[in-house]
């Protein structure tokens, strides 16, 4: 029996049995490629029924803080536009936030043809305290991160109405109104992001 275990295994395999013409090989490979696309359709699904939206949306007050520039901001500079916003709490040190943030770049990126804007809070990791900015900073560079970014610690997101912070990255999803319509910790991908966001227009019309 032959087992195929990853993406470059499947490859090399399928390569080989086409040239000594196997059907074992391809069979086995056709199989392994086949479960990848039900388990990735499994976990979207997945992501997609806990992404759920809240059942009454909650406004948002309006701190003052300091953006990852060194400029200060009110929250509201940047939410409640009449456009849907993505907020995402990262911390520089966090390992899943650096698998999540092409995610959310690649979001922020693609604003002028969605409609939906991004804003970061970024806070310490794993204190949960306010951030070093230049630590902040140098984490945008490394990782061209070009969507803004608010400072905040686990006071601030409590005082914010969304509860105690259970960890990072944590996506908050607001409404055109700049209310709360969902809250998902962990790594979201751009996709159900999106797709819950289009849902909710879907909803209201």
């Known amino acids: 029996m032959i087992v195929v275990t990853s993406y470059n295994k499947a490859f090399k395999l399928l390569q080989i049995g ?9 069979r086995s ?18 992501m997609l029924l806990l992404f759920s939206p809240l059942v009454m949306a909650v ?17 509201k500079d940047f939410i409640g536009k009449g456009r849907w916003t993505t907020v995402i709490v990262w911390g520089a040190k966090c390992p899943a936030c650096l698998e999540e943030m092409p995610e959310v770049q ?5 604003r002028d ?7 970061g809070l970024a806070i310490d990791y794993p204190s949960f305290d306010f951030p070093d900015i230049q630590e902040v900073q140098l984490y945008e560079e490394d990782n061209f991160i ?10 601030v997101y409590s005082e914010l109405g969304l509860g105690r912070l259970k960890g990072t990255p944590t996506i908050v999803v607001l409404n055109p109104k700049g209310e709360v319509a969902a809250v998902q910790l962990g790594v979201v991908p751009m996709s159900t992001i999106e797709g819950f966001i289009n849902k909710q227009k879907l909803n209201k019309k």
Not at 18 to 26: A, D, F, P, T, V
Not at 59 to 71: H, I, K, Q, T
Not at 113 to 119: F, N, P, Q
Request: aromatic share 10%.
């Open 18 to 26: 086409c040239r000594i013409g196997s059907q074992k090989l391809r």
């Open 29 to 46: 490979v056709k199989t392994f490629l086949t479960l990848k696309i039900y388990r990735t359709k499994i976990l979207q699904l997945i």
């Open 59 to 75: 406004g948002l007050p309006n701190p003052v803080l300091e953006g990852s520039d060194g400029v200060t901001y009110h929250l």
């Open 106 to 110: 690649m979001l922020y990126d693609r």
């Open 113 to 119: 043809k969605t409609g939906i804007d991004v804003l």
């Open 146 to 155: 070009s969507f803004p970014s608010l400072l905040i610690d686990y006071q």
